[in-house]
Nanobody, 121 residues
Framework: QVQLVESGGGLVQPGGSLRLSCAAS????????TGWYRQAPGKERELVAL???????NYAEYVKGRFAISGDNAKNTAYLQMNRLKPEDRAVYSC???????????????WGQGTLVTVSS
């Protein structure tokens, strides 16, 4: 069993910052990719940022220069630092990770419970 526990969402004023964290626990042999998607009301889910176990990152265009993803492999935890937040960043942010639970296990995606980020004055 693998669990992802997210924290760090909340209400922030435009221009403010929040940091999300995503901690994976349980049967983890190798964590390959961790990242966040978000879904705003009435919109489809969209990618925010990814980070590989080797530290390679990938960002959606609309967050480049404002958000930064990082990871702590020893803790199986990833962080999403969100700066200069805009009202349009309001969404439920869900972390996910792709990992192997054992040497012969397939790579499987696991999802966190989601955390609401609201940007409003």
């Amino acid at each position: 069993q693998v669990q992802l526990v997210e924290s760090g969402g909340g209400l922030v004023q435009p221009g403010g910052s929040l940091r999300l964290s995503c901690a994976a626990s349980g049967s983890i042999f190798r964590l390959t990719i961790t990242g966040w998607y978000r879904q705003a009301p009435g919109k489809e889910r969209e990618l925010v940022a990814l980070i590989s176990s080797g530290g390679v990152t990938n960002y959606a265009e609309y967050v480049k220069g404002r958000f930064a993803i990082s990871g702590d492999n020893a803790k199986n935890t990833a962080y999403l630092q969100m700066n200069r937040l805009k009202p349009e960043d309001r969404a439920v942010y869900s972390c996910f990770c792709n990992l192997k639970s054992g040497y012969d296990s397939p790579n499987v995606d696991h999802w966190g419970q989601g955390t609401l980020v609201t940007v409003s004055s």
